[in-house]
């Protein structure tokens, strides 16, 4: 359906069944696979990456806590970089670090990266310093070569307390949705409805709302919206 309607559909996995469900998806249309890596399956990714690559774009994202900046500064961030070095040697296309954030319900959250953390731009140094030949965009970078035909990197924006910075394009641009059909603006942030009872979702009142307030600053910013560290446009769809 969302292919009819000249959506762009793509999917979001841990990758651990795609060489075995490969078949099955190969001819449905994916435009690309967004693959979460965590510390206890990229081993196992090492292993699945190179059968998966020639068949879709595999863009890798990967939680960056602020307690394994603390902890990787004692090493050079030595696990860090190996796991930029894994994706880039296996052949995904593209590697982008994601901050924890702060939603309405998440009242603190000691695991965000803030804005002005100097850690956070000693990490971003190290690993422009640590690979000669790649393409880094986002925060702390000069230039925005996107797409690229290099290997790319992309360091989000920490997250603001200023909610006059409203760039988040996700509303616009992604319509997120489970096996059920609810769909949301963000992972799990705002819930939008259920693409299979509402078949107007993407323009659907809550939809719209959320998209004015971005447009209008002077209207209030969604609770969710507040403490995201995509409100200032650091979300996949910049990428
Ligand atoms: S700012 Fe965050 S919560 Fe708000 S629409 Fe963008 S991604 Fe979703």
Known sequence: MAKTKKYIVGLITNGLLLSERLEE???????DIQL?????????LREIIPNVYKYFPLNASYVLPKSQLVNGERNDFKEL???????MDTGCASFRFNICQQNGSTKDMPETILENDPLYDTFIKKCKK???NINFTGYNTKRRKIPSKKFTVFFPFPTTKNTLQRMCSQPWTLLPGSGNGDCGLCCGGIFLGNILEDRNIVNNEKARSIRRSFIDHSLPLEKECENCTFRVGAYSSDF
């Open 25 to 31: 998806i190969k001819d449905i249309g994916i435009a």
């Open 36 to 44: 979460s890596i965590y510390e206890n399956t990229k081993e196992k």
């Open 81 to 87: 970089i190996e796991t930029i070095k894994m994706c």
């Open 130 to 132: 640590s690979f000669a």
